[in-house]
Nanobody, 126 residues
Framework: VQLVESGGGLVQAGGSLRLSCETS????????IAWFRQIPGKEREGISC????????YYADAVKGRFIISRDISKKTVDLEMSGLKPEDTAVYYC????????????????????WGQGTQVTVSS
């Protein structure tokens, strides 16, 4: 199982970035995928997930209306389109896979996800 994030970088406040999570080594249609982020000194936070059964999604309040999660079954990728970025969005962003296809209406919990990418840094300057 492998997950590789890309697309992070430095952006000014108000700008946009598109993160991509390339996956391999598991049946993509059967796994739920989530995005987490971790700010230094804080716990990892689940910000979005997508259900592999019906494509339903969840967004944390902090990113709702600004971030969009999507999946491309043919490419086996899950993207996170981020707009209206704020300095408080600065963090390392991780994608994670759960062998269960579900995306909880309460948001992704770190302990539920078995496989993780290495993370990609997003820095938003004010």
């Amino acid at each position: 199982v492998q997950l590789v994030e890309s697309g992070g970088g430095l952006v000014q406040a108000g700008g946009s970035l598109r993160l991509s999570c390339e996956t391999s080594g598991f049946p993509f249609d059967d796994y739920g995928i989530a995005w987490f982020r971790q700010i230094p000194g804080k716990e990892r936070e689940g910000i979005s997930c997508i259900d592999s059964r019906d494509g339903s999604t969840y967004y944390a309040d902090a990113v709702k209306g600004r971030f969009i999660i999507s999946r491309d079954i043919s490419k086996k990728t899950v993207d996170l389109e981020m707009s209206g970025l704020k300095p408080e969005d600065t963090a390392v962003y991780y994608c994670a896979a759960d062998y269960s296809p579900y995306c909880s209406q309460y948001g992704p919990a770190e302990y539920e996800y078995e496989h993780w990418g290495q993370g990609t840094q997003v820095t938003v300057s004010s």
